[in-house]
Nanobody, 132 residues
Framework: QVQLVESGGGLVQTGGSLTLTCAGSGFHLPYYRVGWFRQAPGKEREVVGCIDGDGREYRGVPLLSDSMKSRFTISKDYTDNTLHLQASGLKPEDTAVYFC?????????????????????WGQGTQVTVSS
């Protein structure tokens, strides 16, 4: 059974850092493209960034939305079937539930999606709260 589970959220002060983890089960997550999204109360879901799948000729390349590039980065850990979203310089407006998602397409080639509608499998989310 395909499953994604996010963890690592919590309460952090303005300017602080967090590393969120997306763990896959039922498939080898680092070989698929994965998007990170967030949703604050009363707001629409917003893209944070994505990382593409891995094949023989290329490694995963993270793609961050313009507003996130300076403070967020995405990486993969092949040893424990996880992806990570590293966030630094956090601001109160970063407070949201953070989700990871995948389209579960293997060997999809380079590139990933910043559009949440392209992803079919989602985790339950992890809450990040940034205090001012």
């Amino acid at each position: 059974q395909v499953q994604l589970v996010e963890s690592g959220g919590g309460l952090v002060q303005t300017g602080g850092s967090l590393t969120l983890t997306c763990a896959g089960s039922g498939f080898h997550l680092p070989y698929y493209r994965v998007g990170w999204f967030r949703q604050a109360p009363g707001k629409e879901r917003e893209v944070v960034g994505c990382i593409d799948g891995d094949g023989r000729e290329y490694r995963g390349v993270p793609l961050l939305s313009d507003s996130m590039k300076s403070r967020f980065t995405i990486s993969k850990d092949y040893t424990d079937n996880t992806l990570h979203l590293q966030a630094s310089g956090l601001k109160p407006e970063d407070t949201a539930v953070y989700f990871c998602a995948t389209d579960l397409v293997l060997n999809a080639g380079p590139g990933c999606y910043l559009n949440s509608r392209k992803y079919d499998y989602w985790g339950q989310g992890t809450q990040v709260t940034v205090s001012s």
